[in-house]
């Protein structure tokens, strides 16, 4: 069983920045796919901020292309997501997300999230 720990939420005003950090208590490596979802205030269903996939390019949100970015730390075993330009409507629950195998030894971990509230 992989745990996933997030931090590095917080307040910061409109226009600030911050990271995220999510620390994996196993080999990151075995996880071809690892991602930040986020949670807002009110709603059900949580919104993708940005997967990061094997190989291939990040892939991002709408609504923070351009402002986020997302990466890995293989040797601390880190998922990481800095935040740039933030905007009140970026307010949410910040959660961390990784899967391993397929098909049937397929494998989705989650973190506890971390809260991050941008003033205005």
């Known amino acids: 069983q992989v745990q996933l720990v997030e931090s590095g939420g917080g307040l910061v005003q409109a226009g600030g920045s911050l990271r995220l950090s999510c620390a994996a208590s196993?080999?990151?490596?075995?996880?071809?796919?690892m991602g930040w979802y986020r949670q807002a205030p009110g709603k059900e269903q949580r919104e993708m901020v940005a997967?990061?996939?094997?190989?291939?390019?990040?892939i991002y949100g709408d609504s923070v292309k351009g402002r986020f970015t997302i990466s890995r730390d293989s040797g601390k075993n880190t998922l990481y997501l800095q935040m740039n330009d933030l905007k009140t409507e970026d307010t949410a629950v910040y959660l961390c997300?990784?899967?391993?195998?397929?098909?049937?030894?397929?494998?989705?971990?989650w973190g506890q999230g971390t809260q991050v509230t941008v003033s205005s």
């Open positions: 997967l990061s996939h094997g190989g291939i390019s990040p």
């Open positions: 196993q080999n990151i490596g075995r996880m071809h796919t």
């Open positions: 997300s990784g899967q391993s195998g397929a098909g049937s030894n397929a494998h989705e971990y």
